[in-house]
């Protein structure tokens, strides 16, 4: 991945704060993003799906559910550059994640085995 593709992936701000909220979380799926972005189901799909296209994230699917999480094959400081803007911007993300702590039923995860 070169930086130019990089950047124009996160260019958009749902984009953007997906990306964000992924690595604070380690992991999220569409309805988590849906209450934290306070965007529909659509929208939030179709970004994930953009960057899962651009190789940002990977997913795995658990009976219904379908979770995103950071692509650990990023190059190093596409990974430097995700975590320097996510911990050096909590004011930027703090309603994105108080929406998210405060949603209730939340899908469970269950550990993935050997």
Not at 6 to 25: A, H, N, V, W
Not at 62 to 70: E, L, P, T
Request: charged residues 25%; proline residues 4%; hydrophobic residues 40%.
């Amino acid at each position: 991945m070169n930086p130019i593709q990089f950047y124009k992936c996160l260019s958009d701000e749902t984009r953007l704060r997906s990306m964000l909220l992924i690595y604070l979380e380690n992991e999220l799926c569409v309805c988590e993003l849906m209450v934290a972005l306070d965007e529909s189901q659509p929208k939030v799909s179709r970004h994930l799906a953009l960057l899962r296209n651009c190789g940002l994230l990977t997913d795995r699917r658990q009976g219904q559910w379908v979770y995103y999480k950071i692509n650990a094959a990023l190059p190093k400081w596409a990974l430097t550059a995700l975590a320097e803007t996510a911990t050096n911007n909590t004011k930027f993300m703090s309603i994105n994640q108080q929406r998210l702590n405060d949603m209730g039923d939340r899908p469970e995860r269950t550990v993935a085995c050997c």
